[in-house]
């Protein structure tokens, strides 16, 4: 089972146990509970349920892991030919790490995984 859902004008498509970046919610702690209810997509395994824009009633739902750390560093330089016209600045955006513990989608029948065929012996 996955899901897409939007927070902060990004999408992420999410399954049960994954962990993922989101923009800085500052007034997140670790170990919270944060509910994510723009959910715009669900697969259960078999079918499927696709929102319009939302599914009514469908959340995603996330433990803080990382209340705020910062992201890798962006480096911007700008150049031109011209004497003294280098400008050299960085940015690092704060993020926050969170696990997704569950999946709700009124309505939604979830398939379980088939087991994975054997291949066949070949004769070679």
């Known amino acids: 089972m996955f899901a897409v859902f939007e927070d902060g004008s990004r999408q ?3 399954r049960q146990g994954d962990v993922l970046a989101v ?3 500052s007034e997140a ?3 919270e509970t944060l509910t994510f209810d723009k959910v715009l997509l669900a697969n259960g395994g078999g079918d499927s ?3 319009r824009p939302v599914i009514d ?3 995603v739902t996330a433990e803080v892991v990382v209340a705020e750390y910062k992201g890798i560093k962006l480096e911007i330089q700008k150049f ?3 004497n003294a016209s280098k ?3 960085g940015h690092r955006q704060k993020y926050t790490r969170v696990k997704i513990t569950g999946i709700t989608v009124p309505g939604l029948q979830v398939v379980a995984a088939p087991a994975a ?3 066949a012996a070949s004769n070679a």
């Open 12 to 14: 992420y498509k999410v």
């Open 23 to 25: 923009d800085l919610r």
């Open 29 to 31: 702690k670790d170990g």
């Open 49 to 51: 349920v696709l929102g």
């Open 57 to 59: 009633g469908a959340t």
């Open 80 to 82: 031109k030919r011209r």
């Open 87 to 89: 400008r050299h600045t």
């Open 117 to 119: 065929e054997q291949p």
